[in-house]
């Protein structure tokens, strides 16, 4: 089967500009994960979709950071405006179904370098 | 908060046996091991449910105390295919598989 699909792989911009990420995830997987790996660290969940729902994003910084799902598949997180910190891979992740002890398939994420 | 992994990185050479722990401050549900190379996505390994299970493909395993909020990773004649680092990620509730990473574990196998 065709695996998580991120776009782009690499994405350099300066601060306080915006930016967007693709995720599509692995057919038929109804949960959906955007996670931020800062250099040298474990990834942090950002949001948490079940089909088209937000479960949990109460870690996504919200004055800058959106998330949607539309129609239950693709998802784009987005960040406006952008800060240095921010500076980060971005890994979508899907899974079946949520809660069924099935693990995550991770896409190959965005490296997003702020300057 | 963070699970806590242990240890930090690690050296073995080829054949060598290596243990990485996960430790929780909260009760936990599940546990998954990933591991992640260099520039890579994390790939999944296996995931651990509560029951005190122990699990296991190839020459890595893994088992689970829920009581004492641990995990542990063991990998056994280590191959060069398993340099990478580590994660765990921990999940407290039934019926969501919200995951938190642990801090990682770098394993280097050198020939």
């Known amino acids: 089967e065709a695996g998580v699909a991120q776009s782009p792989r690499y994405k350099i911009i300066e601060k306080r500009q915006s930016v967007a990420f693709w995720c599509n995830p692995i057919?038929?997987?109804?949960?959906l994960y955007w996670y931020q790996q800062i250099l040298g660290q474990g990834p942090k969940l950002l949001i948490q979709?079940?089909?088209?729902?937000?479960?949990?994003d109460s870690q996504l910084p919200k004055d800058r950071f959106s998330a949607e799902r539309l129609k239950g598949v693709d998802s784009t997180l987005k960040i406006q405006p952008a800060k240095l910190e921010d500076s980060a891979v971005y890994l979508c992740?899907?899974?079946?179904?949520?809660?069924?002890?099935?693990?995550?398939?991770f896409g190959s994420g965005t490296r997003l370098t702020v300057v | 908060q963070q699970p806590v992994q242990s240890p930090q990185a690690v050296i073995l050479r080829e054949g060598e046996d290596a243990v990485i722990n996960c430790s929780s401050s909260k009760a936990l549900y599940s546990v998954h091991w990933y591991r992640q190379k260099h520039g890579e996505a994390p790939v999944f390994l296996m995931i651990?449910?509560?029951?005190?299970e122990q699990k296991g493909h190839e020459k890595i395993s893994a088992s689970f105390n829920e009581k004492k909020q641990q995990s542990s990773l063991y990998l056994t004649a280590s191959q060069l295919s398993y340099s990478g680092t580590y994660f765990c990620?921990?999940?407290?509730?039934?019926?969501?598989?919200?995951?938190?990473f642990g801090t990682g574990t770098r394993l280097t196998i050198i020939p």
């Open positions: 979709f079940q089909n088209n729902g937000v479960v949990d």
């Open positions: 992740a899907s899974s079946l179904v949520s809660g069924q002890g099935i693990g995550y398939t």
């Open positions: 651990l449910l509560k029951g005190g």
């Open positions: 057919s038929g997987h109804a949960t």
């Open positions: 990620g921990t999940g407290s509730n039934f019926g969501n598989e919200k995951l938190t």
